[in-house]
């Protein structure tokens, strides 16, 4: 988001500031010496490499000031919402590997159920739920909008 | 009268069934996602963007689309500010703070009725103001070579959140990483990949929806997973809204001021329309003194910010459409849809598809008129959406993103990409560096890149070339002032949180 919301909680950013710090910094670093080995056969007067070189070096600068000046960061999350957000990732990213050669119906399906309960609900309303949200936006998209959706192996749906 | 020639040609495009169609449909979806608490205009187009490229609309027809939703979500914002005291978007925030005490004295059809009035108010002026000055600022950006392009883009960086009161050196943190991503892929002039490791997925470069999609969307709904337990239901009585269009005529002196700074606020390159509604409720505030009960539910703490965001929105889309440059975090995503159907916007746009322009300003007005109707009489059915429970509406996002993503080239890949931007941008979130700039970077960068190299190989080589004219030293100079102006602005905010307490 572009502007702060000035209602949130935020804490001092000594440590996550200077973290990003040094890890942008790194990146600077490395961008800068990765874009010598960007050659052409014919000589320009601006090469491949001109521009990275001309950007890592106010990212560096940057980075540098603010490991050296932190700021202000929102409050980071509990332990129990980082497990969520972990498991949250470990299941979207299962779903996106068998999306494809599962299909949309039942990869969704229990994608969506998992998700749903993730998110705070109980497994009957997850169920129900879930259920009624994968036919409508399978509805929706394929049938709706057209939009082609990965089928099920062997089924045309 | 050039301008009204145009302006009827305009509403020959708009009115044309399925461009009216695609208003309607972007107006009533904008409004459900502006209503959403945590959804705003930048992930409500965010969302919207993979899928109107499946439906192979004409640039004009997914322009209006996209519009007719960010104009949508500026309306819609306001209705959770009101009945829940949590802003559906960010512009909203300053409605919380009358018009949460309205609805809790029973008048909150009312305080929607009238922020309806408000906004629809502020948009008009600010699409009036768009139909007038964009050819003034066209006229002048037809003389700019490369050399000013680029200065152009970099005020554009300048400026970026640094109006905003945020972290001046954050955001141009943030603006770099953006330039760097940018440059991933093969180089357009001299054949040789860069920063693609052998991956050929990335041999094209970063997608830029995909990654638009991951730091907006997804990263929502991870901090969304912080705190689960969100419980806010409205439970107090609505009421007609009706009787708020009364209450607007009482506030028309407000809506008015209200409309032309919110509309200046938003031309500036990088303020939009959350400084829009500040600056509109804090100097209205001022104006009226003690005449005023701001904070207690005074209607015109309702009426200005409302009046201003919009206006602010509108006016977002002056220097995007003209110049090229975004003016806000949500046209900075609209250049992108335009770019990325090769319509590069700017003052050749103006010449080359003055229907595209002209029927997407002709829309503008159009949906203004259907967003006031959907807005007063039929608020209630939306208010109704805010109990709808998070569990259920945020996996819906992360459907709609995956699907939509999904469609563009059916790849696991760009997936897991999303995903992995989700995470960057939850991260660069709690760590209060801005995502926009990363967005316009990737964006931007590109183009940036291309007229540095052009304007150098004009000159052989010579550096000097790029602040060899009056023109660019003259945006320069503008940059340097505005990054000055937030630089106090920011001081000013921060004495005043101190004389606060």
Known sequence: MSEQDIFTERVSGVIGDRIAGAVLLALAVFAWWYSYTFTTGFMQPVGPGVFPRLVSIPLGAFSLYLILRPGLNQRWPHRAALLRQAGALLLLGVYAAFLGPWGFLPTSLIALILLIRLFGADWKPSLVSGGVLTLSLYALFEFALGMPLPDMPGLNW | ?501
């Open chain 2, 1 to 501: 009268m050039d301008i009204l020639a145009y302006l009827a040609q305009g509403f020959v495009v708009a009115t044309e069934p399925q461009h009216l169609m695609l208003a309607l449909i972007g107006c009533a979806l904008g409004t459900l996602i502006g209503a959403l608490p945590g959804l705003g205009p930048v992930n409500g187009v965010a969302l919207m963007i993979p899928l109107t490229f499946n439906f192979s609309l004409t640039p004009t027809a997914a322009m209006i689309l996209l519009v007719s939703i960010y104009y949508g979500c500026m309306y819609g914002g306001r209705i959770s500010s009101i009945l829940l005291n949590i802003p559906g978007d960010e512009p909203a925030m300053m409605t919380t703070l009358d018009g949460y005490p309205m609805a809790l004295k029973g008048r909150g059809g009312e305080a929607l009725g009238l922020s309806g009035v408000a906004s629809f108010v502020g948009a008009t002026v600010a699409t009036i103001g768009l139909t007038l000055f964009a050819p003034l600022l066209v006229g002048f950006a037809i003389r700019f070579g490369p050399a000013e392009y680029f200065a152009l883009f970099m005020l554009a960086f300048a400026t970026i959140g640094g109006v905003t009161g945020g972290s001046l050196s954050k955001s141009f943190v943030a603006a770099c990483l953006g330039l760097l991503l940018g440059t991933v892929g093969i180089d357009a002039v001299s054949s040789v990949p860069r920063f693609t490791f052998g991956w050929f997925e990335i041999y094209d470069g970063i997608d830029f929806i995909v990654a638009l999609v991951g730091l907006f969307a997804i990263s929502e709904c991870l901090v969304f997973l912080e705190d689960i337990r969100h419980s806010n239901k409205p439970t107090m009585k609505l009421g007609s809204a009706i009787p708020g269009m009364r209450t607007a005529w009482t506030c028309a002196p407000t809506i008015t001021r209200s409309s032309f700074i919110g509309f200046i606020a938003g031309v500036l390159p990088g303020a939009g329309a959350a400084l829009g509604s500040f600056l509109s409720y804090t100097l209205e505030k001022r104006w009226l003194g003690r005449r005023g009960d701001f904070g207690n539910g005074d209607p015109r703490g309702v009426a200005a910010p409302e009046a201003g965001n919009n206006a602010a929105a509108g006016g977002a889309l002056i220097p995007m459409l003209s110049l090229g440059i975004p003016g806000s975090g949500t046209t900075a995503i609209l250049l992108a849809l335009l770019l990325s159907m090769n319509i590069t916007p700017g003052p050749l746009l103006f010449e080359q598809q003055p229907e595209m322009v002209w029927g997407l300003v002709a829309a503008l007005f159009i949906g203004n008129l259907m967003l006031l109707v959907l807005n007063i009489p039929l608020v209630g059915l939306f208010a109704r959406v805010l109990r709808a429970p998070g569990w259920f509406l945020m996996p819906m996002v992360v459907m709609v993103a995956f699907v939509g993503v999904y469609s563009l080239s059916n790849s696991a890949f760009d997936l897991y990409m999303m995903l992995g931007f989700g995470v960057l941008g939850y991260v660069l979130r709690k760590l209060e560096i801005p995502t926009v700039p990363v967005v316009l970077g990737l964006l931007l960068g590109g183009q940036m890149e291309y007229n540095l190299r052009r304007a150098m190989a004009i000159s052989g080589g010579d550096w000097d070339i790029l602040w060899n004219s009056g023109i660019s030293v003259g945006i320069y100079a503008f940059a340097i002032t505005l990054i000055s102006a937030g630089l106090v602005y920011g001081w000013l905010v921060r004495q005043r949180r101190i004389d606060a307490g």
